[in-house]
């Protein structure tokens, strides 16, 4: 592969003040390696979204996948959505029980329905259908990566996400997410909506983390499309000034994004965000705090 590649991905951008991320972020740098060493052999930017997203899922040192809280009645009810900047495919599940990767199930979705979105019963029964991996006891299964006490009012959460450019020029991202720690039960966030928190098509790949009803309502992802597309922005000026949208709308939280030159902007209006930086010109970054 002679052609330029990159890749971002996110922990999310709740991080608490005095915890020690150090795992989280070694873990990070190894999902990075493994991705940056697909992408040199040609991986499609797909399925190595996809795949990252498995990995921090599986680690439980994010609020999704196996680190994914509870909700208000201690259930877990997961979203999560991929989307195929090449095709403008996409898949995603939300509100989802009972499977072990939220990411994989959206895959299955996007690969395998002639729908973008299952939520519920029908989401439930397609999947065991496909024989996606259960999780039998949540008990068991899940480890809450988050142990705090909750402030009345304040929406804390978590998310991990990924967005790739591959060296054909085709963009991807992924997102997967235990959602606001202590939900409703229903709840659904930004996470797997396409355009608020999850996008890709021809021009740029974005996944967000924050406070999701705030990236709904800003449309977070698709604007950041539309100031490249239409206002002729570029990448990283087009995602400040969407999350200003947020920040203004008193939200708070930050995002990845990749364009097809394979620039890469990892902005956040909270106070820490967990990330990873890698592309073919040799950049390679993992952080939490500023
Ligand atoms: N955006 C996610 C949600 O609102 C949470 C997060 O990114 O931390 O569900």
Same mark, same amino acid.
């Given at each position: 592969? *002679? &052609? ?27 999902? @990075? ?22 990995? @921090?899922?599986? $680690? ?8 994914? $809280? ?9 979203? #999560? ?22 990411? /994989?199930?959206? /895959? ?5 329905? &002639? ?7 029908? %989401? *439930? ?7 996606? /991996? ?8 899940? &480890? ?17 996400g990924a967005v790739v450019l591959d060296g054909?020029?085709?963009? +991807?991202?992924?997102? *997967? ?43 977070? #992802?698709?604007?950041? *499309? ?11 000026? %087009? %995602? ?20 097809? @030159? ?15 930086? +890698?592309?073919? /010109? ?9």
């Open positions: 592969m *002679s &052609r330029v590649w990159s890749i971002a991905l996110h922990g999310g951008a709740g991080p608490i003040r005095q915890a020690d991320y150090s795992a989280a972020e070694a873990h990070m740098a190894e999902t @990075l390696k493994i991705a940056c060493a697909a992408l040199e052999v040609g991986a499609r930017a797909v399925d190595v979204a996809e795949k990252a997203i498995m990995a @921090l899922e599986e $680690s439980g040192h994010h609020i999704a996948g196996r680190g994914a $809280s509870p909700n208000a009645l201690g259930q877990w009810e997961l979203d #999560a959505a991929i989307m195929d900047g090449e095709t403008r495919n996409a898949g995603a599940v939300a509100a989802l029980r009972g499977f072990r990767s939220p990411i /994989r199930a959206a /895959r299955m979705v996007m690969d395998h329905s &002639r729908h973008v979105m299952l939520v519920g019963k029908g %989401a *439930s029964l397609f999947l065991r259908g496909r024989g996606l /991996r259960r999780v039998w006891n949540p008990r068991d299964y899940y &480890r809450p990566s988050v142990k705090r006490t909750i402030e009345p009012g304040e929406l804390a959460h978590g998310t991990v054909e020029g085709r963009l +991807a991202a992924a997102t *997967s997410t235990g959602g606001l720690l202590g939900k409703m039960p229903g709840r659904v966030g930004d996470t797997p909506i396409l355009g608020a928190g999850t996008w890709a098509d021809e021009r740029v790949a974005v996944s967000c983390t924050g406070q999701g009803e705030y990236f709904m309502r800003a449309a977070v #992802a698709a604007d950041i *499309s539309a100031r490249v597309r239409y206002g002729k922005l570029g990448l990283k000026e %087009a %995602a400040a000034a969407a999350l200003e949208d947020v920040h203004f709308l008193g939200g708070d939280g930050g995002l990845i994004a990749v364009d097809v @030159l394979g620039n890469i902007t990892v902005p956040f209006i909270s106070e820490s965000m967990k990330r990873g930086i +890698a592309s073919s /010109r040799g950049e390679f970054h993992v952080a939490v705090r500023r």
